[in-house]
């Protein structure tokens, strides 16, 4: 099961008064595009028909975890919402660092438990998580404005790393297997620069969701504001990716080089990549929380937001239990698109009807409580 790239949103929910359902379901409708791609990868559903199914799973590859990123740094936003308040208003700090030591608890337990089943779990990536949490924990203070300059310079500090360092370093490609991985230089290679998920720069995904947590889209006007913007910055890096691999191939680069440098894939996470990406989920969040400001009440709202409150503790389920039974019966890997398709169906539909079982019964999702206990 080496070759899955998942991902889930570890901040626990903010306080009830603070809660808006369109996160929620944002967070279930990411994880259930997580769990199509996921099911495709590790299956090695790769045959690419039908054609119309390889398209749509194919452009969740790496918008999935871009989202669910980008909510947690939301969820960082919210967190830290009266301490932020309070500090941009009167310069006090000891809200702010009560939540700063929240977060850094918060992180080293992700880092922690990420590590601890690295082995069992090559693509897991809840010690990420750990880091992009280290450094929003330190930037809680700033302002929307900085925050997104903050993003930019992540975003292309990464353009020097990748021409200047070695991005292979430790990567088979053909078996996805890390080499060195549990030695100091290989861990932190992996976890800042290679991994699947890297700090450098996909912490900038977490940074933009405290931006966008600043602003209050709840309101009617402010959605709209985020979407539409969101869809024009993914729309026009598509096109201009686009243009510039066409371009690039006419000046003679070979086809696997413009991709990666001009291409809107997440391997390398170039600037197309991160900016295609951080727009999809902009809009996507932008039309979830609008369809939870009209349909909060509605009976087929209930059990996508219970998924997206539990999206932890699902994480585990859908590696240990999907993927689990299937490698368990013989049927994980070169498997036809359709049945990797099917499968991931079977399992969402079964992680929703559990979420809302759970959440009729219980106040939070099992791991998810239990992070709280620890960390607060």
Known sequence: MSKVITIADPIAEPKEPLRTAGYDLAR?????????????????????EPAWL???????????????????????ALLSKR??????????????????????????????????????WAADILHFYGVY?????FMLGLSARRLLFAMG???????????????????????????????WRGMLRNL???????????????????????????QAHMRKRVGAWGLAIAVAGTLLSKALVHFALQAELDGETARALFGTEMIPPMPLYM?????????????????????????WMNPLLATGQLALTLYFAHVLLGLGVLEAVGRLERQSLIFASASA?????????????WKKRFKQGPVEAMMRRLCG
């Open 28 to 48: 279930a409708l990411a994880f259930l595009g997580m769990v199509l791609v996921n099911f495709e990868v590790s299956m090695g559903a790769e045959d690419g």
């Open 153 to 183: 310079a992540i975003v292309f500090a990464f353009v020097p790393a990748l021409l200047f360092l070695n991005y292979d370093a430790g990567w088979n490609w053909e078996t996805y297997a890390y080499e060195g991985f549990w030695t």
């Open 345 to 357: 169906a079977v399992f969402s539909c079964l992680a929703i009807a559990f979420s809302y079982w």
């Open 83 to 120: 301490s932020f308040k309070l500090f941009s208003q009167s310069g006090e700090r000891d809200l702010l660092t009560r939540d700063r030591r929240r977060l850094f608890k918060r992180a080293l337990f992700l880092f922690a438990i990420g590590l601890s089943w690295a082995d069992l």
């Open 192 to 218: 800042l620069f290679n991994g699947w998920h890297p700090a450098l720069p996909w912490t900038a995904f977490l940074i933009f969701g405290m931006a966008l947590g600043r602003m209050d889209l709840r």
């Open 54 to 76: 390889a398209a749509c799973v194919g452009a969740l590859h790496g918008r999935a975890a871009a989202t669910f990123v980008v909510l947690a740094g939301i969820g960082v």
């Open 275 to 299: 900016l295609t990406s951080g727009g999809t989920a902009a809009l996507v969040i932008a039309l979830s929380v609008e369809a939870g400001e009209r349909f909060r009440n509605s009976r």
């Open 133 to 137: 949490l280290l450094c929003g924990a």
